[in-house]
């Protein structure tokens, strides 16, 4: 640090210089991202917000009902309008309670967790923090997890099975009703991960798509995370986990002795009460007829990229449930067709399992944006005949 401070004008100077060398979400090109941009309204009342602290909530009393709020409502919307949770930093932290949660209450000794092989790699932290076994259920040729591999892992030391509403590569929906029900017979937690699936799945589904259950209603399902900074239009940090009740957050209970309350399960102390205001305000503002017509929206330019690369020859992995697709070119590899997009301006990533291109039709990407980009693709289809 420099012994004298400089004047706020420079400060801002330098920062701009900074800030000119980070891509944006409105110039269409950040195609990989499960982030967006926030909703004008959430960025205004986070910083209203920002000095609220949610980790010592007898003082700010008006915030911690905001988050109760957020709980309510989405706890409403994936159909246990009493879940318990929090708003926290996102999924990984969100993830990482769950397991805690699942692992404190089971009191195995040489506790296992039930992944399928395309969970997030959170849950490879989660297992390495916490002390448990990452066990690797197998896919079945939709990319969704393989019951039967889940069932076969089972054993006396399994605290928590893992199921995806909408996984990070693919999009895919695990089949969770049979997930819970083996959790039901089994006595598992079931936890779901539905950071990038939660604000999108149910409202698709309330326009009438043909996507399976994955909430509170099946009974086996103890636990969700869920995102309001992915499809949700809420500023980063924004992540929620929901409880099917407050046991589970009892579970994870510490002795506060300082502070205005007592107990704290989560696992940060001094945590934003911004995340909490903002993502109730765009939650309150867009209401779920505002969810319905952007995960409509957002489906549209799913298609459109869906059709174009189907023109193009080129290679669909699966046909997109939810707004991500994967594709592959029909001869080059997909790390080099990401180099040629890469050049061409584009950010976009490979998946793992299988490798492809994967788009995120975030609800920064518009129309425009797949049009240019499938030019580019057909010129690059072009120069290899
Ligand atoms: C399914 C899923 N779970 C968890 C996460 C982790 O979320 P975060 O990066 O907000 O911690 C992601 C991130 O993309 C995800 O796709």
């Known amino acids: 640090m420099d012994e004298k401070g400089l004047p706020e004008e420079k400060v801002l100077e330098l920062l ?31 910083c209203d917000f920002l000095e609220s602290n949610l980790g010592d909530p007898g003082l700010f009393r008006g915030t911690r009902e905001l988050e ?26 969100a993830n990482l309670m769950a397991m805690r949660a699942a692992r404190n209450m089971a009191g195995a000794e040489k506790p296992e967790i039930i992944v399928p092989k395309s969970a997030h790699f959170s849950f490879r932290k989660a297992a390495d923090i916490l002390g448990l076994r990452l066990r690797e259920a197998e896919l ?3 990319y969704r997890v393989d019951v039967e591999s889940v069932r076969k892992l089972i054993s006396g030391n399994t605290v928590a099975v893992v199921g995806v509403a ?15 029900e083996i959790c039901l017979d089994e006595d598992i937690h079931l936890h779901i991960d539905a950071a990038f699936g939660g604000f999108i799945i149910p409202f698709l589904r309330e326009t009438g798509a043909e996507l399976p259950e994955f909430d509170f209603k099946l009974q ?18 924004s992540g929620c ?14 002795e506060t002795p300082y502070l205005t309350e007592k107990q704290q399960s989560t696992i940060v102390g001094t945590r934003t009460g911004a995340s909490a205001a903002a993502t109730w ?7 779920r007829e505002g969810y319905r017509k952007l995960a409509l929206r957002v489906m549209g330019v799913t298609r459109r990229l869906r059709d174009g690369l189907v023109e ?4 669909l992995v699966v046909e997109p449930e939810l707004n991500i697709v994967a594709f592959n070119h029909p001869t080059m590899g997909p790390h080099e067709l990401a180099d040629r997009l890469e050049e061409l301006g584009w950010a976009v990533s490979v998946s793992s399992c299988p490798p492809a291109i994967r788009v995120v039709l975030m609800p920064h990407i518009m129309e425009e944006h797949i049009e240019l980009l499938l030019r580019d693709l057909e010129g690059i289809r072009l120069r290899e005949e």
């Open 16 to 46: 701009a210089e900074f800030q000119r060398r980070d891509m944006t979400y409105t110039s269409g090109r950040i195609l990989g991202s499960m982030c967006t941009s926030s909703h004008p309204l959430a960025r205004r009342v986070y």
């Open 140 to 142: 079945d040729q939709d």
């Open 68 to 93: 109760s709020g957020v709980i309510g409502m989405l706890g409403e919307l994936l159909s246990e309008p009493d879940a318990a949770g929090h708003i926290i930093t996102g999924g990984t932290e």
């Open 281 to 287: 305000a765009i939650m309150k503002h867009m209401g």
């Open 241 to 254: 986990i929901l409880f099917r009740d407050a046991s589970y957050l009892d579970a994870m209970s510490i």
């Open 166 to 180: 909408g996984t990070t590569e693919l999009g895919r929906i695990d089949p969770v009703e049979e997930l819970s």
């Open 312 to 315: 193009l020859d080129y290679q």
């Open 220 to 237: 086996g399902v103890s636990s969700i995370t869920v995102d309001p900074h992915k499809m949700g239009l809420a500023p980063i940090p």
